[in-house]
């Protein structure tokens, strides 16, 4: 922490990871962190997982961005990157910047609103191996990455698939209130994620996605493995209550 306070210091990406890794049980250094300058999209979003509302807030605040505009302002690149020789990792960043999706089946095929309200209701309720694959279908994610976000007790990452996926308000209004559902919120959680989901931009909402597919990106799944990540369940903070601080230890 006394490293995170030195402002004056320019911190390697290198460095940031590790603090990172970190800073998953630390919440005085998730703050310092998230005061860094060097703090990158790809860091912010993979702190997500386990910080709490507030943090949560900070960090799409802070990050918030409109792809279309930036689209627009390296169209001119697209040609120049994606010709024979052209840097591969411009080429990934652009791809990532122009992916465009739209909910689709387990055949491929373009599916309509009911299908995807029908889908997230059945999730929100039960998450058995195929409705997970089906969420991850619908969104264009990993099953791994739809199965986190179903866990996910804060209901942030919902909101954020949610609007992704093009969910209208009425129905995210009925998929907070869902009777039976695995994971239920209270009228005041309901009415935050209400908010958020109001003040989200779709095309935001699909970007976070992208940095959340860890396993498409070799960059994130670095930093996972300093946190020892196992491919199945993060250590979040409503998550961390069910192992010891000294397990996490271990895997840093």
């Known amino acids: 922490t006394l490293l995170l306070r030195r402002t004056e210091f320019t911190l390697s990406p290198q460095a940031i990871d590790t603090l990172l890794a970190r800073s998953v049980t630390d919440p005085e250094r998730q703050n310092l962190l998230l005061g860094r300058q060097e703090l990158d999209p790809a860091h912010g979003f993979i702190m997500f997982w386990w910080g709490d509302a507030q943090r949560r807030r900070r960090i799409l605040q802070r990050f918030v961005f409109n792809r279309s505009i930036i689209q627009e302002a390296l169209s001119d690149l697209y040609r120049e990157v994606f010709t024979l020789g052209g840097d591969p990792l411009a080429r990934d960043i652009l791809t990532m910047l122009d992916r465009r999706h739209r909910p689709r089946g387990t055949a491929g095929q373009v599916v309509s609103p009911e299908v995807v309200l029908k889908t997230l209701i059945y999730a929100r309720r039960s998450a058995p191996d195929e409705l997970i694959h ?119």
């Open 134 to 252: 089906g969420v991850g279908m619908l969104a264009g994610i990993s099953s791994k990455l739809a199965a986190r976000i179903l866990q996910d007790p804060g209901g942030e990452p919902f909101a954020i698939l949610s609007k992704a996926v093009g969910v209208s308000r009425r129905d995210f209004y009925k998929l907070l209130n869902l009777p039976e559902a695995e994971i239920e919120f209270d009228l005041d959680r309901a009415d935050d994620l209400m908010a958020l989901f109001d003040q989200i931009a779709r095309d935001f909402a699909r970007s976070i996605l992208r940095y959340w597919d860890w396993s498409a990106n070799p960059r994130i799944a670095n930093i996972m493995r300093l946190i020892d990540y196992n491919g199945t369940e993060l250590n979040m903070p409503h998550t961390i209550a069910r192992q010891s601080k000294n397990q996490l230890a271990e895997g840093l």
